[in-house]
């Protein structure tokens, strides 16, 4: 059993580090300039200018190199410190606690329905 476990605790890991990589990887790749694209969604298209741009890039590690981000950011999310939403600016844990509520209501109605629906099946077939 305890062989187990630790099997699946290294799969998982080694799944989170995958999951992590790719995703660090992907985010990485998008055409174009990310601080120009976050300094834009922050001041508007028509007010966000190269220094603010630049801004974005000092505040966000863009301007490290590609292996020092990616230390940075695996060791912020080893320390489950997910930083800030690009979006709104407030903690992504924030973020997640205000959709959970929502995430909790919708799978309770998914369960009431699934319930529903096999209850009725179960009981035609009775």
């Not at 062989?3 to 995703?23: D, E, H, N, P, Y």
């Amino acid at each position: 059993m305890l062989k187990l476990l630790t099997s699946r605790l290294i799969q998982l890991l080694l799944v989170v580090w995958s999951v992590g990589t790719l995703t660090f990887v992907l985010m990485r790749s998008l055409p174009g300039d990310m601080a120009y694209r976050i300094a834009a969604s922050r001041y508007g298209y028509d007010q966000f200018t190269a220094s603010s741009a630049d801004q974005v890039r000092a505040e966000l590690g863009l301007d490290l190199q590609w292996y020092e981000q990616y230390i940075a950011w695996f060791g912020d999310l080893l320390r489950l410190d997910l930083g800030n939403s690009l979006v709104s600016g407030t903690s992504v844990w924030d973020e997640i606690a205000h959709q959970f509520g929502h995430t909790l209501s919708l799978a309770f109605v998914a369960l009431i329905i699934s319930l529903v629906k096999n209850l009725t099946r179960y009981l035609h077939f009775v």
